[in-house]
């Protein structure tokens, strides 16, 4: 994926692309990876890196959505597990079976959860990843040694999907321009181009280091920004309506010693009814998460103290290694983006996580709402509105079958199995420089080889493409990516033709970045 030639791709001055995307996380790669499998010319532009918002800080699961059956949102959930069901099927280096126990303190619960769960099994049809089952006490304290025992009947272990998400949203970028795409990062819409009659012909972008601008044609534009999906429909139309309410939810990082053993831990009814995560993530513990509505949307959004309290207060209640502020090692938060409520007292986890897609006046195309597991199928469902918009005949979907890049069924029992079939170019780029073999910070197993390899092949352009969505330390361990920071900005900087002054900026900008991802103790 090479940022140069896709910007050769889009200073063809008489090109008219199929579908100009706006936004490069879940929403707007999930619309460009249907386009380009139904044959589709398609541009994308993604104002800062991939994933860099919502699409990065998710609860990394694959899931149904056990709280949406219990909301009666059957049709969701049935949505939901067939995409978590393909996801696995395409990208096995990404996703995979995530066991899960609830832990049972009364026998209405069990029942509750029991049938519940035999529900979501058999709603999950062939795509099932395993049976719910009811277990004793004793089994369940096995499973989850860490786990309070005074009062405990048992346990409901059922079955999701777990996944890295940012990786995931770079894999799919990959594959998108594999199949022809422009991918870009770092490129932000200054003004949409509407022709004579007020209708959307193109975009105008800026490259955000070069500060060139660009005008691109297009026969269809996609709003898929996510939390920031307003900004554009007032370009579109300034008196535009605000459609989104962002709701934040935060995450904790723990040592994986609080929880032990393999399975993640489910809470479906926390004192103020949300629901709980506990899930084993790269070696590490992920505790979350929260819904708080936040009046405005950031693209860095900071965890909240009551946000903190919260989450570490549910975890002390149920885990007998109590969780302080002095073991977490990073905390992190994410908008989503909601349907702005019509009822200023709706809760925000009654609003449908069902994903809308609108029609301006214009003929800009909006994709909001929806979920990380439904990406696909939001882009698909997207994509039918080209036929409607410009009435060329449009190819059926074929995203369903697509397999994404570094696809690889090959399980790896090392960290590097994230890579999939990418892993062995890796490994070449340690054998060829020993230098590169050498870790990065001596207690994660990251290699200066993986900093090059972000950088000629995954479009890395600043310290924190590294540390955070390409090897994920800054959400695993933020004061451990402030050590990695001069070594990556060092190798980038060779590796990207930068200077001194370079250097000292990223390394500045980021150690502020990392600020944000630790708590005071």
Sequence with gaps: MNRKE??????????VWDIAVIGGGSSGLGVALDAVSRGLSVALFEKSDFAKGTSSRSTKLVHG???????????????????RGLLLKNAPHLAHNQSFVI????????LKYTIGLKMYDWMAGKLSLGKSTFISKTKTIERLPTIKQEGLKGGVIYHDGQFDDARLALNVAQTCDEKGAAVLNYFKVNQLIKDEGGKISGLSVKDQFSKKNYDIKAKMVVNATGVFADKILQLDNPDAKKMIRPSQGIHLVLDQSFLSGKDALMIPETSDGRVLFAVPWHDKLVVGTTDTMRKK???EPAALEKEIDFVLKTAQE???????RSDVLSVYAGLRPLA????????????????KVLVSNSGLITLTGGKWTTFRKMGEDTVEYFTKLTGDRLQKSGSAEIKIHAFSTNKSSDYL?????????????????SEWNQLLHP?????????IFACRNEMAMKVEDVLARRIRVLFLDAKASTNMAPKVAELMAEELGKDEAWIEKQLKDFNKLAMRYLIEI
Aim: zero cysteines; proline letters at 6%.
């Design 340 to 355: 702005a409520p019509t009822d200023e007292s709706e809760k925000t986890k009654e609003i449908s996580r069902s994903h």
């Design 297 to 299: 949307p950031k693209l």
């Design 417 to 433: 199995g994230v890579y999939g079939s990418d892993k062995e170019a890796i490994k070449s780029l340690q054998d060829a420089n």
């Design 6 to 15: 896709n910007i050769k791709q889009i200073s063809e001055a008489d090109k």
């Design 65 to 83: 959505g056990v709280r949406y059956l219990a909301q009666g949102d059957v049709f969701l959930v049935l949505e939901a597990l067939r995409e």
């Design 318 to 324: 149920y885990l007998t290694k109590k969780p302080q």
């Design 103 to 110: 832990p049972i303190y009364s026998f209405f619960d069990r």
């Design 443 to 451: 207690k994660y197993p990251f290699t200066q080889a993986e900093v």
